[in-house]
């Protein structure tokens, strides 16, 4: 029984996970000095080649590895896609994280297109924001919902995110695994737990998630527990079993 449970896993497809990384923009927020908050400089950029940022960090966490990194297709504010996997450890799945790295300048257009890909139109097991929240500073988009489409889950690291995103997403009939309450800072490390938590649990499981990236956050803020709980939005009460 042990055997075939292992074979199963190994022949189990990786959890794809499809992350929206609009850089930090300057003009928008205070991302620091100059470099970090212009919003396409890649290599310096706070939320993307900073220490922290999603490809400087990832590309060098352990058990990650780079399997491409490509320029957006010609003419988008796509400026880099990042693909990494995760090698698993016994009993987990293999994660697959596909990063985009949208201008700063543009995050009307990755706002659109993470709400479009929520609403159905990615088919990624899990659709993460992380960066600015774009909905503080302005009204939702219009998106369209693709006819026969399946909603996808959805984690936003973003400020505030769960009373701003919360509603939109819940008129686009998307999932929220883990949302936020406060103003926060969207590092990488919290990718790293999304993408552990996910290989051991899958990607839909919103009290062990929630529960990594406080753990995550405590440790790297260096804060307590209690502080990085109150950052994230408690996950739904489950419903008893009939």
Sequence with gaps: ????????????P?????????LCDNALIECGRAAAGAPRALETN????????????????????VMSREPGPEGSVVLRELILERTP??????VRLKLLAYAG??????????LR?????SRADLLVWAGHDRLMDREPPQVKVPPGATPRPVVVLACMSEQYFG???????????????????PEAYLLEALAT??????????TALRTALVEAYARYQRISPRSAGSVFSKPPPTKAAP
């Design 89 to 94: 450890a016994k009993g987990e799945r293999p």
């Design 117 to 121: 890909a929520a609403a159905g139109g």
């Design 14 to 22: 990786p959890v794809e996970v499809e992350v929206f990384v609009p």
């Design 167 to 185: 509603p939109v997403l819940k008129t686009l009939g998307s999932t929220p695994i883990a949302l936020t309450r406060t103003l926060m800072a």
């Design 1 to 12: 029984m042990l055997t075939l449970v292992m074979l199963t896993l190994l022949a189990a």
């Design 105 to 114: 300048d543009a995050i009307d257009t990755a706002l659109e297109d993470f």
């Design 197 to 206: 938590t996910v290989a051991r649990h899958g990607p839909t499981e919103p």
């Design 46 to 65: 706070l939320y993307w080649g900073a220490m922290y940022g999603a490809e400087r960090y990832l590309s060098r966490a352990p058990g990650f590895k």
